[in-house]
């Protein structure tokens, strides 16, 4: 290497040898097939963590489907039926002038309330199911495994 200094210094010259020296080559050699080794089993723990932590998804999301259907249940067998009796009262009550108009209104904007909530539940169900459905496929040709809920109807 050539290097040019100011005037009140001179010129300078350096020489640079450099010689690798091949003792112990069969530890570096072995460190790196370590290192190699060592990001192989990091990939694999990172890839069961990820597998891990999905199936905890999967089953919560599960538990969630499961849960929103048994309360879909509940509100069609009791909420949305104990609703509409009300409002029939009401109605009887406001017929038989014991009641306002707008107790009637209230009662019928009520069931009104609860139908929504119902349907509200029968769609967040049906959002989960989907999502549940396309996440387990079919053993046999690909497809997909349907696991949809029963449709009970009063």
Do not use: C
């Not at 909420?79 to 406001?94: C, D, F, K, N």
């Not at 349907?119 to 046999?140: F, I, S």
């Amino acid at each position: 290497m050539y290097s040019q200094r100011g005037p009140a210094y001179s010129n300078m010259i350096s020489l640079n040898v450099s010689v690798p020296l091949q003792w112990d080559q069969k530890n570096r050699q072995d460190r790196e097939v370590a290192a190699k080794l060592a990001m192989r089993d990091q990939a694999r723990a990172e890839r069961e963590d990820m597998l891990r932590a999905h199936a905890a998804d999967v089953r919560a999301m599960i538990a969630e489907w499961e849960n929103d259907r048994e309360r879909s249940v509940r509100y069609r067998r009791e909420l949305l039926p104990l609703a509409t009796e009300r409002t029939q009262a009401i109605l009887g009550a406001y017929r038989g002038a014991k009641a306002s108009i707008s107790d009637v209104l209230m009662a019928r904007r009520n069931e009104i309330d609860v139908r929504i909530q119902a349907l509200q539940l029968e769609t967040d169900t049906a959002r989960l199911w989907a999502q549940l459905n396309y996440l387990v496929p079919d053993d046999a040709s690909g497809a997909l495994v349907s696991v949809a809920p029963r449709k009970e109807r009063p």
